[in-house]
């Protein structure tokens, strides 16, 4: 506990650790805002040719599996609790309690990579990656591989979000490790959260505009 | 709400966020199957919309931060709505034969 009992000193362009904590939640919100734009690209494309093609995208919609996209949801909402409890952790200076946390959080976001390779593995061999082994029947083949292009582009920039997030989190359990977090200073954890947190809100959306489109046909 | 940046939220806030979540996302997958019209749609963005409200108000400590951080949060989302709906504007009105 060496590092935690010696005083935590803020950067020295800042007043003090309340103004240097402040500074990196803003700096994080401002960077989430322009991941709010990265992904507000796609989901503009996505709402173009979903209006253009309904029948095509309900009928693409309809080869996804419904169970893992579901279970999905489940296991990233999970993981969105234990990081809260990883922040709550830190806030209190428990430290074996924010490594649990952490460690968890990454587990469940480990879980759901693995379900996203079945489920990527799946399509591929139900020949529906976009290019030249696409095959789909029905009237609407070509409108259902745009859909499936709309689909491997957001949930594979989702996916490298939810790698970033793991690396992330691999530091911050290394550094929890050496206790250089503290009631005082949990900064990196907050911010880790808030990344965290903002990728299971996109996955929140993801799930049902790709999954659940007129499943009642 | 306070500005001290230990605010700390009861558990017992997490584990309800939590539970309206997973409820929420039962909801959303049931609805999924039933035939509303035009409403399924609809219904499935609010329940969107509704827990990512909540991830954000209370996972993401937003209902507890300062003012600065609302106006933030609340200035990229008036400029998503704009990017949507000015996009929206165009192609839900550009063909004649739509």
């Known amino acids: ?217 | 709400m306070s500005q001290n940046h230990n605010h700390v939220v009861p558990l017992s806030v997490y584990f309800s966020i939590f539970g309206a979540l997973m409820a929420l996302t039962a909801v959303t997958v049931w609805v999924s199957f039933h035939d509303f019209g035009v409403m399924n749609i609809v219904i499935a963005m609010s329940i969107a919309v509704l827990k990512g409200t909540l991830v954000v108000l209370y996972f993401m400590h937003v209902r507890y931060a300062s003012r600065l951080i609302w106006v933030v949060v609340s200035a990229g989302l008036v400029w998503l709505i704009i990017l949507l709906a000015l996009t929206m504007s165009d192609y839900l009105t550009r063909f004649a034969d739509y």
């Open chain 1, 1 to 217: 506990m060496s590092a935690s009992d010696s005083p935590v000193l803020p950067a020295h362009h800042f007043d003090d650790l309340e103004q240097q904590h402040a500074a990196a939640q803003l700096g994080m919100w401002v960077f989430l805002i322009t991941e709010i734009m990265f992904f507000g690209g796609l989901f503009a494309a996505y709402t173009v040719y979903r209006s253009s093609y309904p029948e095509a995208f309900a009928a693409g919609s309809r080869r996804l599996d419904i169970g893992l996209g579901a279970f999905n949801t489940a296991v990233l909402i999970a993981s969105s609790l234990t990081m809260a409890l990883a922040v709550h952790a830190a806030q209190l200076g428990r430290r074996r309690a924010l490594i649990l946390f952490l460690i968890l959080t990454m587990l469940f976001g480990a879980v759901f990579l693995g379900v996203k390779a079945v489920e990527y593995s799946h399509k591929w061999h139900e020949h529906l990656v976009p290019g030249h082994g696409f095959r789909f029947e029905g009237p609407h083949a070509r409108q259902a591989e745009l859909y499936f292009s709309l689909y491997f582009a957001m949930t594979s920039v989702h996916a490298l979000h939810m790698v970033i997030g793991l690396g992330i989190l691999t530091v911050m359990i290394l550094l929890a490790r050496r206790g250089r977090f503290s009631p005082e200073h949990y900064s990196p954890i907050e911010v880790s959260g808030l990344y965290w947190h903002f990728v299971d809100i996109v996955w929140i959306f993801l799930f049902p505009l790709l999954y659940l489109i007129e499943r009642h046909r």
